[in-house]
């Protein structure tokens, strides 16, 4: 059973910055692309950042984020991080991390951690 758990968010004031982890089992880590999306109440869930399989990997960013955060995975520790630098109240959301065979289509999703920005 594939499962991802995300971990590091938390209430930071703007300007400050959060890592954010998600360790996965349940499948062979480093086959598969990785992404962070976020949603906040009352808005859909939008993409933030995603990054290809193999370790070093090809990364791409929403325009939102971009300069700001950073998508990184460790393949030996199953572990893919979003470093979150420059924090805006509009990041506040939750986010999650997903998996999946490219970069358009993911099929699992962890349950979420909240980031909370205050101004």
């Known amino acids: 059973q594939v499962q991802l758990v995300e971990s590091g968010g938390g209430l930071v004031q703007a300007g400050g910055s959060l890592r954010l982890s998600c360790v996965a089992s349940?499948?062979?880590?480093?086959?598969?692309?990785m992404g962070w999306f976020r949603q906040a109440p009352g808005k859909e869930r939008e993409f933030v950042a995603a990054?290809?399989?193999?370790?070093?990997?090809?990364?791409y960013y929403a325009d939102s984020v971009k300069g700001r955060f950073t998508i990184s995975r460790d393949n030996a520790k199953n572990t893919v991080y979003l470093q979150m630098n420059s924090l805006k109240p509009e990041d506040t959301a939750v986010y999650y991390c997903?998996?999946?065979?490219?970069?358009?289509?993911?099929?699992?999703w962890g349950q979420g951690t909240q980031v909370t920005v205050s101004s």
């Open positions: 997903a998996s999946g065979d490219n970069l358009y289509k993911y099929d699992y």
């Open positions: 349940g499948r062979t880590f480093s086959m598969y692309v």
């Open positions: 990054i290809r399989s193999r370790s070093g990997g090809s990364t």
